[in-house]
């Protein structure tokens, strides 16, 4: 009876995992912003007392491998935890067709992480200087320990609770790490070893956790089948991140000044930052998208659809027009003051990011999950085309500075994206409409933050009394503004706290 119970129990467990429907986008929403609030002050503790600890030029170096270092890890990747996050998101309630796509993803990670470490090593052999070889190959092991990441598997059944400890765990491991072994200004050998070192163990935790309740599959073990819709993700999910990389390789070998790399990277991670954490809100819709479209539920997708679009912009807009006012403050704190000189880069990626962020919705949410991939491809090429002709023309004309590689990449984008755009108005026919007042309007509502901190800058409080007043003051602007005007999106979240606090208070 106890073992009869016991094996009961494990099997609902199994279900409650797998449901598509039973577990709430809105607690999802909750863990995932959770983490990427997480993931956004790990970076604050700890870049400071990097910024101001390691040696101009070992830090610029460093972050030019990690440049040149994320081009392999692309390859290494290779497009699988987006196609396993819709894929798995299908088959979630069939287990032998899970564990079959578990199987033939996985290996072909093996393929791939292998390959491109042998690549990436041959690369840093003949092309890098020996003094700095180490700190490229202490690199190398994150290629090495994507073979274990399948955090994907979680992703597509929506097991946020279990991505949000864990990450959280080896996130303060990493950060006591870094304060109690990184002490001296040549420490970057040591930085690069705790880095590549939490990933590694990040994604081997995940690894033996889905292992537990899956096994391999290879009676469907067709590794050649993959290859092609692998290659257009591809290039689909790191377009973001060749653009931004292709910048960086251009500043590192053509402009001007003693670490033009991280007058570039700084301001670069700090958006990223805020981008993970804001894209977020999207990224938790995906499975329940791909889900809805693979059953034919179209209003139920449009209806998620235009909820989700609305919650992005809700925080994206306030966000970036807040991080615009206060680049100098978020600069001068990451850096320590150190690198505070390079405030202007960041305003000018605060409002490139209002841009690019519209890639994420009309890529992962609709042209993907419509299997656009191929189209999507040739669009994200002409942007690509465009920002390597607009950064050669400013390297050969000596115009090329963290800036201007912004701006031209800007440019680039935004083509791409009325390209796109257009595409999924009248190609796909989903009738999305980006520009209707329920998303823009919290770009209007987002303006007076403009004023206040031309006010407040104006009695020269310094760095740390602008953070407290200022951003006090717009948030507290900005949720006035919701209020009075009755926000739909702002009812929405209360009257699901609302639920929640009546749901433990009973």
Not at 21 to 30: A, E
Not at 456 to 474: E, Q, T
Request: with cysteine.
């Amino acid at each position: 009876m106890g073992n009869e119970s016991g094996s009961s129990v494990r099997r609902t467990r199994q279900v409650e995992r797998v449901q598509p429907l039973n577990k709430s986008i809105f607690k999802n929403s909750i863990y995932k912003l959770i983490l990427s609030v997480f993931n956004l002050f790990v970076p604050l503790l700890v870049m400071p007392h990097i910024n101001s600890l390691l040696t101009e030029k070992d830090f610029n170096e460093y972050n030019y491998a990690n440049s040149q270092f994320a081009f392999f890890l692309i390859f290494a990747v290779f497009g699988i935890y987006n196609y396993g996050v819709r894929e798995i998101s299908k088959v979630r309630n069939d287990k032998k067709k899970r564990e079959s796509l578990f199987t033939n993803l996985f290996f072909f990670g093996i393929i791939t992480s292998v390959v491109t470490s042998i690549g990436y090593f041959i690369y840093v052999m003949w092309t890098v200087d020996p003094n700095y070889q180490i700190l490229y190959n202490i690199l190398l092991v994150q290629i090495l320990g994507n073979i274990l990441s399948i955090e994907w598997m979680n992703e597509a059944v929506e097991n946020y609770g279990f991505i949000t400890l864990k990450t959280v765990i080896v996130r303060i491991l990493y950060v006591i790490s870094i304060f109690v072994f990184v002490r001296k200004p040549q420490d970057v050998i040591i930085y690069s070893i705790i880095m590549s070192s939490s990933i590694v163990i990040n994604n081997a935790i995940s690894f033996f956790y889905v292992k537990k309740d899956l096994k391999f599959r290879f009676d469907d073990f067709r590794l050649a089948r993959y290859i092609k819709p692998l290659f257009i993700l591809t290039l689909i999910s790191n377009a973001n991140l060749l653009y931004t990389q292709l910048d960086r390789l251009f500043i590192g070998r053509f402009a001007a000044g003693d670490a033009p790399v991280t007058e570039y990277a700084n301001p670069s991670n700090i958006i990223n930052m805020v981008g993970v954490m804001l894209i977020s809100i999207i990224m938790v819709s995906i499975p329940r998208l791909s889900y809805y479209v693979g059953k034919g539920m179209e209003k139920d997708y449009m209806e998620l659809l235009n909820k989700s679009t609305r919650a992005f912009f809700m925080v994206l807009c306030p966000a970036c027009i807040g991080l615009f006012c206060l680049s100098y403050e978020a600069i001068y704190i990451y850096t320590k003051g150190v690198y505070a000189y390079s405030y202007h880069v960041l305003e000018v990626f605060s409002i490139r990011f209002l841009i690019n962020s519209l890639y994420t919705i009309f890529t992962n949410q609709i042209l993907y999950i419509h299997g656009k991939e191929k189209s999507a491809v040739k669009i994200i090429a002409i942007g690509g085309v465009l920002n390597l002709i607009f950064d050669s023309a400013l390297a050969f004309t000596g115009f090329l500075t963290p800036v201007s590689a912004i701006v031209s990449t800007a440019i680039a984008e935004t083509i791409m994206l009325s390209i796109m755009y257009w595409y999924i108005r009248t190609k796909v026919k989903v009738p999305f409409k980006l520009f209707a007042f329920s998303n823009m309007k919290y770009l209007y509502f987002s303006l007076p933050f403009l004023v206040i901190n031309w006010a407040i800058r104006r009695l020269d409080l310094g760095v740390l009394m602008n953070c407290v007043i200022i951003i006090p003051l717009c948030g507290l602007t900005y949720l006035t503004i919701l209020l009075i005007t009755k926000d739909d999106m702002l009812v929405y979240f209360i009257d699901k706290f609302k639920v929640k606090f009546q749901k433990n208070k009973n």
